[in-house]
């Protein structure tokens, strides 16, 4: 029997009094302050830190910082659409790998807003305003997981 019958993976989306950490890869920069600004939707009441990085490949060494000032969520944004090469592959898969292995050694819920897209107009479609930008979804997922975590680990 859990000793939380009342906790639901889905927890409430209050960002109130949480240190988040957003990073946002610059390339396909278009996209991705579209899902930054999605992201912002739902933190704003947060304290936010917001650091941009070349690409989706560097994101989790910043993630692995931000969690090392003091963030309690972050929220890792990025767009890698298909090329003519196998590198969209690797990178989708390195970099998201390595924001699972960020997450699990640190014990930091993230919120994945990395799109891996093989038209960049799937890409613009996630990134609009609206109820499906999946900047917005990662920041939710990112939130609630926090308030999950703090419920459990208290």
């Known amino acids: 029997m859990s000793e939380h019958p009342g906790t639901e993976l889905l927890g409430p989306v209050d960002a109130a009094g ?12 278009e996209i991705t302050e579209g899902l930054l600004a999605g992201a912002q939707a739902v933190l704003g009441d947060a304290d936010v830190e917001v650091v941009w990085v070349s690409g989706a490949f560097e994101l989790p060494v ?3 910082a ?17 090329g003519e090469t196998d590198h969209y592959e690797h ?5 998201i790998r390595g924001l699972q292995d960020v997450m699990l050694q640190t ?3 993230i919120g994945l807003g990395v ?5 960049i107009l799937h890409a613009k479609e996630r990134s609009i305003p609206g109820p499906n930008n999946k900047g917005k979804e990662a920041a939710e997922a990112a ?12």
């Open 62 to 64: 910043a993630a692995q």
């Open 115 to 119: 799109l891996t897209v093989r038209d």
């Open 66 to 82: 931000l969690i090392s000032g003091g963030c309690e969520a972050i929220v890792a944004l990025g767009a890698v659409v298909a």
């Open 143 to 154: 939130v609630r997981t926090a308030r999950l975590l703090k419920e459990l680990r208290s």
């Open 18 to 29: 949480l240190k988040v950490g957003v990073v946002v890869a610059a390339y396909n920069r």
């Open 91 to 95: 990178l989708a898969r390195e970099s």
């Open 107 to 109: 014990g930091v819920p």
